[in-house]
């Protein structure tokens, strides 16, 4: 089969669409995006969109720092006047008791500072100036990161959709990929609901649905797709949007906040969620002993939350592997398919540098940052790209 496409990415979502926009920023002519769905309609549309460069994997920290560049100055890096982020810029506020996330915390943000992240350590009475709704009686460690905050995943979708068709990209929609087509093992094209399509590279950008590939190639795809419920709240003082994110690893379920519309909290639980049979971004059910649970540790850290109301609630699914990090980058066994999958709830912060290193991958460049610790080999070989908080997204 003669190549068509210079490439073809599966999956339209925050990554996808970065992806195909780093391709043709860097050069390839020829680029087809396909979605089953639509534009950022899959889980990037539930994501709660929090920015930080806080992790304690150093190769997030460094994906996150490119990310957050991109982030803060939006509409300038796609050469668009009217791309948003929706980018709220208030900081992220993340803070320890005495305990087994105390040197993670302090190890995480000597490592930021030494990349040169701007990370303040911060007083009880200094935190509780930041974010007054909030107590921080038991905090042994603070950190604040003021350049940090959150956006829209949907917006940014959006806009590298917009951006990456004005440099000569298709998208199509409602075009479901069912099949890899191969040629003496290489992957040469796919198989689509509109017919067979030809590239010299196809790139899967399936999040929750990335088990497909498993099915299309019989290589182990270790992802799971995982429920989470995002709570908004309304409480006697509201949740500004000047006030920061904030982490709180003291609490039982490693709760993170914001605010949601600068009056409301966007509450949820920062680890394991509900492990789903098959991939699917429905809204699910969200049991009342849940929002309970909750309720009671934004209680303990917010008074002015105690008798909180139940504004709204929604669900979204997480693609999580084994260690909560990605895979990204080509598959040693299958020559021509390049891979991004298993973001692990932290996936929007580093969808724009996560899209320009694969795209650098895909043309042969050397890349800004080395995809080595996230090959797919780490679950064959047991070099596990673990972050020290544990399970979870704050990785
Ligand atoms: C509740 C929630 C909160 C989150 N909060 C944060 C946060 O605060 N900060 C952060 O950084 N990240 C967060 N995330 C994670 C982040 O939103 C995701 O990592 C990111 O949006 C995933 O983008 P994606 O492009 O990989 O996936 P998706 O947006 O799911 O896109 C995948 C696309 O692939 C398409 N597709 C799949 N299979 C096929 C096929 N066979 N044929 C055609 N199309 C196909 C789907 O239709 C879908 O559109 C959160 C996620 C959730 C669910």
């Not at 506020?93 to 930021?112: C, N």
């Not at 002993?289 to 303990?300: M, S």
Request: hydrophobic share 45%.
């Amino acid at each position: 089969m003669t190549p068509a496409h210079d490439a073809i990415v599966i999956g339209a979502g925050v990554i996808g669409v970065s992806i195909a926009y780093h391709l043709a920023a860097l050069g390839a002519r020829d680029v087809l995006v396909l979605d089953r769905a639509a534009v950022g309609a899959g889980t990037s549309s539930q994501s709660s969109g929090i920015l930080r460069t806080h992790y304690s994997v150093p190769e997030n920290i460094e994906l996150a720092r490119r990310s957050w560049t991109v982030f803060d100055s939006f509409a300038a890096y796609l050469d668009d006047d009217e791309a948003s982020a929706g980018l709220v810029k208030c900081g992220y506020l993340i803070a320890a008791p005495a305990g087994a996330k105390l040197a993670p915390l302090r190890d995480a943000l000597l490592a930021q500072k030494a990349r040169g992240i701007t990370v303040e350590l911060l007083s009880t009475q200094d935190a509780a100036l930041r974010l007054p709704i909030c107590r921080f009686d038991d905090a042994a460690l603070i950190g604040f990161e003021p350049e940090a905050g959150f956006a829209d995943a949907y917006l940014v979708a959006s806009a590298f959709a917009r951006a990456a068709r004005r440099r000569g990209v298709t998208i199509m929609e409602g075009v479901e990929v069912a099949g890899l087509v191969r040629e003496g093992g290489r992957v040469v094209g796919v198989d689509t609901s509109r017919g067979r399509f030809a590239a010299a590279t196809v790139v899967s950008a399936q999040n929750i649905w990335a088990r497909d590939i498993e099915r299309w190639t019989g290589i182990e795809t270790p992802v799971r797709a995982e429920r989470h419920a995002v709570l908004a709240l309304t409480g006697v003082e509201p949740y500004t949007y000047a006030m920061p994110v904030y982490k709180d690893l003291g609490s039982p379920g490693m709760l993170y906040c914001r605010s949601y519309g600068g009056t409301h909290m966007l509450v949820s639980e920062g680890g394991a969620g509900e492990t789903l049979d098959r991939p699917d971004n429905e809204q699910g059910q969200i049991p009342v002993d849940d929002v309970l649970r909750v309720g009671e540790q934004v209680a303990e850290r917010f008074p002015a939350y105690a008798e909180a109301g139940l504004a709204s609630s929604w669900t979204g699914v997480y693609d999580v592997t084994p260690d909560w990090n990605p895979v990204l980058g080509r598959l040693a066994d299958v020559p021509g398919l390049v891979v991004a999958y298993g973001f692990s709830g932290h996936g929007f912060k580093l969808s724009p540098a996560v899209g320009r290193v694969l795209a650098q991958e895909v043309l042969g460049l050397p890349t800004d940052v080395s995809l080595a610790s996230y090959a797919h080999e780490r679950f064959r070989s047991g070099k596990l790209l673990r972050g020290r908080y544990g399970s979870g997204a704050v990785s």
